[in-house]
Nanobody, 125 residues
């Protein structure tokens, strides 16, 4: 129901824009998150956005470089990634908060369900 796309190979310092499109149901009433998993590492939180789009949260490692946004009319969430670094190389996943109209953003994997298929981002040095 969630499909992430937009990954690819980019040089360090470059940019990519990931998209996460929902199908089969609407996620307009759910906070949405982006996570990533690098080879040999655990999945980690990257960014989250409130169901209304008015609030965001970022991991310290991407703050100031990545921007999460959403278009509820298109049932799509985006992750604009600028100034990419080799350490950003990972499979990126989008997911929806378990709770509709949650009171606050969460960063814990277990708080999210409806995980989409990931998209691979590779940043070369």
């Amino acid at each position: 129901q969630l499909q992430a796309c937009g990954g690819g190979l980019v040089q360090a310092g470059g940019s990519l824009r990931l998209s996460c499109a929902a199908s089969g149901r609407t996620f307009s009433g759910y906070h949405m998150g982006w996570f990533r998993q690098a080879p040999g590492k655990e999945r980690e939180f990257v960014a989250a956005i409130t169901w209304s789009g008015t609030g965001t949260s970022y991991a310290d490692s991407v703050k100031g470089r990545f921007t999460i946004s959403r278009d509820n009319a298109k049932n799509t969430v985006y992750l604009q990634m600028n100034s990419l670094k080799p350490e950003d190389t990972a499979v990126y996943y989008c997911a929806a908060d378990r709770r509709p109209y949650g009171l606050f953003l969460v960063r814990t994997i277990s708080d999210y369900d409806q995980w989409g298929q990931g998209t691979l981002v590779t940043v070369s040095s």
